[in-house]
């Protein structure tokens, strides 16, 4: 029996919205296929995982206290999470861990955390504590020659900037920053983005290409997933496009 190895990353700090929910969406996905979905959680304090043994790692949204404990803790992996990146594990980054894995997060404060500078973008926050992007969000993504709409949620103070290989054009909503146009952060084998816990049920072909992706380095061949019936989750996505873009 095939198997997907997944560690999600302080699951007790980085929920918010729901994030958990994106490896039940996984969990869901694989499981249909008949593969084997093992998953296993990093806890603050416990002892070092080893990143490059996952084929997919998840880390969360958190507030900025969460985000700050978890960003010390974090430092002690750089090297090692690095490594996972450089050797292909697929990771997936929602919100405050997608600013964590760039240079630094400058809070409403002005108090500096730094990153662990895997990638080069910054985040700041808005000095005015009102000023956040929170609402739904759409936005055109090309996942490996397939054009798609990600629908989701966003919610962050945090502008994220100098964003080099982004995730999509924004349609609706605000995305790495107010009026930005873009949102997130991708390459192969990292998503990184400010879409909340919806993400993963919200978008099947996103889920899917990360289970494709991890089957595929894993077992070094070109795999075909077993179509399933999505028949609520395009309903759910028809009524959400025309509520957003008016689309019929
Ligand atoms: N504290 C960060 C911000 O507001 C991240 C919040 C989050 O993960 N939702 O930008």
Redesign the pocket.
């Known amino acids: 029996m095939k198997e997907i190895k997944i560690l999600y990353l302080y699951p007790d700090m980085l929920n918010?919205y729901g994030d958990r929910g994106n490896i039940q969406a996984l969990q869901y996905r694989i499981e249909k296929r008949g593969i084997k979905a093992n998953i296993e959680y990093y806890y603050l304090g416990e002892q070092a995982p080893d990143f490059s043994s996952y084929d997919i790692v998840f880390s969360g949204?958190?507030?900025?206290k969460e985000?700050a404990l978890v960003a010390e803790d974090m430092q002690q992996y750089k090297e090692m999470i690095k490594r996972a990146i450089e050797e292909g594990v697929f990771f997936l980054l929602?919100?405050?861990s997608y600013?964590l894995f760039g240079k630094y997060?400058k809070g409403v404060e002005g108090n500096i955390i730094p990153g662990l500078e895997i990638f080069d973008y910054y985040?700041e926050?808005i000095p005015d504590r009102t000023k956040?992007c929170i609402g739904d969000i759409v936005i055109d993504v090309n996942l490996n020659g397939k054009q798609t709409k990600i629908i989701g949620y966003e919610?962050?103070?945090?502008q994220t900037y100098d964003v080099k290989s982004v995730l999509g054009k924004v349609l609706y909503g605000q995305g790495n920053a107010f009026g930005a146009g873009q949102e997130g952060f991708m390459i192969k084998n990292v998503i990184a983005t400010y879409i909340?816990g919806t993400l993963l049920s919200k978008n099947p072909d996103v889920t899917d290409y990360m289970i494709k992706y991890a089957l595929e380095r894993k077992y070094e061949k070109e795999i075909e997933l077993e179509p399933l019936d999505d028949t609520f989750e395009d309903e759910c996505r028809k009524q959400l496009l025309h509520r957003f873009l008016g689309e019929i």
């Not at 949204?61 to 900025?64: F, K, Y």
């Not at 919610?155 to 945090?158: A, C, E, I």
Request: glycine share 26%; net charge neutral; with cysteine.
């Open positions: 918010l949204g958190g507030a900025d985000q929602v919100c405050g600013q997060y985040t926050a956040r919610n962050h103070g945090g909340h």
